[in-house]
């Protein structure tokens, strides 16, 4: 019987790790069967049910999962009374699918599980602790996440000899500290990852560990250390590929964008973003690819080739249409179809770019259309986009007319600020002057409100100078670039590859609206600084 069971609990943990999770539900349903039949070991029934109902929350059946782990809690504490690991196991489990509905419940069987572990020494007390520090985080409850985390390290550091659970120990209090104190982050993190490499069924907390690792060492401008722990991170993460994809696809772009700022290695951040997307398809369903996108848009401005860009947001925009066909949930179906018109006004932008004015129309056309079905707030946004085109196309009349909805949609003034821009600029490229010194007004109460925020000082000045030189007007366009560098300097050091590579990036953009001899300018300052600084040569040319 036992090697029976031992076969299909092997097969239905396989088709679950392969994605394959009704296949194996009715795998784990055969070895209950095969179980039940057998009324002599009901270890093997509570240890079935249990991998099934957990199986069962992966599915999202939550009420069946609930149903299975109570089983399997009640025969477990049959067998082996309160005081024992496979029930704190199995509280374990119940609080993790109680977590999103009842807090309250899931925080006390949690408690229950970590008491247990604790009483009797085992270093499992990590699994119970790390969902009750997600449910604390979920709450905001951060003064009792940082005393659970912190007591949790120092139970682990002394007497309990499991190296992997202490790096996972050391792991989740590196997470807390992450926003409010890099520096114990990075220590705690640099101590985790080599304890959780040590073991293969800690792949993906290491290649977690890693990224974490990685990404404080970047901010730091410790690029190499950084290069080698996002490759371990993508290590660590090809070993559990179901439940890692997305850490290898994060380190992937994280990687692209480290090449790019460090060495100015366009091509390899163009590979790394290749290797990313192709693991965002091989998913079941597809990982999301936003991010990568986003990466690609970045270094479309140094590259000037924009294919992978375009065939990318295709992709994203059909897969948003697709989703919008099959939804049989209004509210569902609407909040995609605000995703599909946001997908297509950035592929209309990318065509006015590369000059194919009749696809831009188009694209735009669908997002207007989208956004009035379904009352979108976008809807000034893809507005905007639209009379763009029909002002490069010439069809004049229409673009006034498209803008003239725009102004009436924002009587009250309530801008977000990239339309404002965009607003602004089709005002004065249309000669509607009355409208563009009322733009402008609110352009600079924008401004005066986060003068003391260089962070967005820094962004409304520089999208404001951009829009200055695209409608000819570079005084005014000096004038805000001198604002924006100064907000730049404030917000971060000069002498850094990350300042650097801002200065280029605007260097990018002027080259992009014809500036040629201002972009020649920035490129000039940003090389200086990294003559200066030297730091791309020191970058290893491996992953």
């Known amino acids: 019987m036992s090697k029976k069971w031992k076969e299909l609990m092997e097969r239905a943990a396989t088709l679950a790790a392969e994605g394959a999770h009704l296949e194996a539900e009715k795998i784990y349903l055969d070895a209950v069967g095969a179980v039940e039949r057998n009324q002599k070991n009901q270890n093997l029934l509570a240890e079935t049910l249990q991998k099934l109902g957990l199986l069962m929350t992966v ?144 792949a993906q907390s290491a290649a977690e560990a890693a990224m974490l690792l990685a990404k404080l060492q970047m901010r730091k401008q410790n690029f190499a250390a950084a290069q080698q722990n996002f490759g371990l991170a993508i290590e660590k993460a090809i070993l559990t590929p179901q439940t890692s994809a997305h850490t290898q696809v994060e380190a992937l772009t994280r990687l692209a ?50 294919e992978s860009l375009e065939k990318l947001r295709r992709e994203s925009l059909d897969a948003f249409k ?12 609407d909040e995609r179809s605000a995703y599909a018109s946001g997908e297509a006004v950035n592929l209309s932008r990318l065509m006015r770019r590369l000059g194919r004015l009749d696809e831009a129309a188009d694209f735009a056309k669908y997002a207007v259309e989208t956004d009035e079905r379904i009352t979108s707030p976008k809807l000034v946004g893809s507005l905007l986009e639209l009379a763009a085109v029909r002002f490069e196309q010439q069809r004049l009349e229409e673009a006034n007319e498209l803008c003239t909805r725009v102004m009436q949609l924002k009587f009250d003034g309530n801008w977000y600020f990239p339309q404002l821009a965009d607003a602004l600029r089709l005002t004065i490229l249309l000669g509607r002057d009355q409208d563009a010194r009322h733009l402008r007004n609110v352009a600079n109460g924008f401004m005066q409100r986060f003068a003391s925020n260089c962070e967005w000082s820094k962004g ?78 020191s970058l290893p040319s491996a992953r």
């Open 59 to 202: 599915i999202g059946s939550f009420d069946e999962a609930e149903g299975y782990l109570l089983r399997a809690l009640a025969i477990r504490k049959e067998l082996h009374g309160e005081l024992h690991e496979e029930v704190a196991d199995t509280l374990t489990a119940l609080g993790r699918i109680y977590a999103p509905y009842e807090s309250e419940e899931s925080e006390k069987l949690l408690r229950k599980a970590i008491s247990i572990y604790e009483e009797l020494g085992e270093p499992s007390i990590v699994f119970p602790a790390e969902h009750l520090s997600t449910l604390f985080l979920l709450r905001g409850k951060r003064e009792e996440r940082r005393q659970l985390l912190a007591e949790l390290v120092s139970r682990m550091e002394n007497g309990v000899e499991n190296k992997p659970l202490l790096g996972k120990s050391l792991f989740m209090l590196a997470q807390f500290h992450e926003e409010d104190d890099e520096s114990e982050s990075e220590c705690l993190a640099a101590r985790a990852v080599p304890l959780l490499c040590g073991d293969v069924k800690f």
């Open 257 to 306: 964008r480290l090449k790019a700022i460090a060495a100015k290695n366009y091509k390899g951040a163009e590979t790394h973003l290749a290797e990313a997307t192709l693991i965002c398809r091989s998913q079941v369903p597809p990982l999301p690819m936003h991010n990568v996108i986003l990466e690609y848009e970045k270094l479309c401005e140094f590259t000037n080739e924009y």
């Open 322 to 333: 697709s989703i919008i066909d099959d939804s049989r949930d209004r509210c569902q179906a």
């Open 460 to 537: 409304l000045c520089h999208r404001l100078a951009l829009v200055y030189l695209e409608v000819g007007s570079k005084t005014e366009a000096d004038q805000l670039l001198e604002r924006a560098l100064r907000a730049a300097e404030q917000a971060e050091p000069v002498n850094t590859l990350f300042f650097a590579h801002l200065l280029e990036s605007w260097a990018a953009q002027f080259r992009l609206i014809g500036y040629v001899d201002l972009s020649f300018e920035y490129d000039l300052r940003a090389q200086t600084i990294r003559d200066r600084l030297g730091v791309s040569a």
